[in-house]
């Protein structure tokens, strides 16, 4: 069972950056896809970017795309989220997870999550 472990979260002044790491605790993070989810309060946990097993397919969330870009570094068993002009609707709990499944972005298709790292964007 891999343990996912979220860091990078923080305040940020609009039109700021932030990058999320994810550190996963098994050798074999190269054998998940990942993605990246965030839930704002009082909302549902939504998705923001995946990344496929393979690390040839990227997904991204319309309200994102242009502005955040998902990597990994196998070699460090370490999953990014690289966030650029940020919003402050962008303010939220963000959850990194992994899947059995070779790709997806649908939350109820991963298997291990982390316990969220706040990112607070100020106007």
């Known amino acids: 069972q891999v343990q996912l472990v979220e860091s990078g979260g923080g305040l940020v002044q609009a039109g700021g950056s932030l990058r999320l790491s994810c550190a996963a605790s098994?050798?074999?993070?190269?054998?998940?896809?990942m993605g990246w989810f965030r839930q704002a309060p009082g909302k549902e946990r939504d998705f923001v970017a995946a990344?496929?097993?393979?690390?040839?397919?990227?997904n991204y969330a319309d309200s994102v795309k242009g502005r955040f870009t998902i990597s990994r570094d196998n070699s460090k068993n370490t999953l990014y989220l690289q966030m650029n002009s940020l919003k402050p609707e962008d303010t939220a709990v963000y959850y990194c997870a992994a899947s059995h499944r070779s790709r997806s972005y649908v939350y109820t298709e991963y298997d291990y999550w982390g316990q969220g790292t706040q990112v607070t964007v100020s106007s």
């Open positions: 990344l496929s097993m393979s690390d040839r397919l990227r």
């Open positions: 098994e050798r074999t993070f190269g054998s998940y896809a």
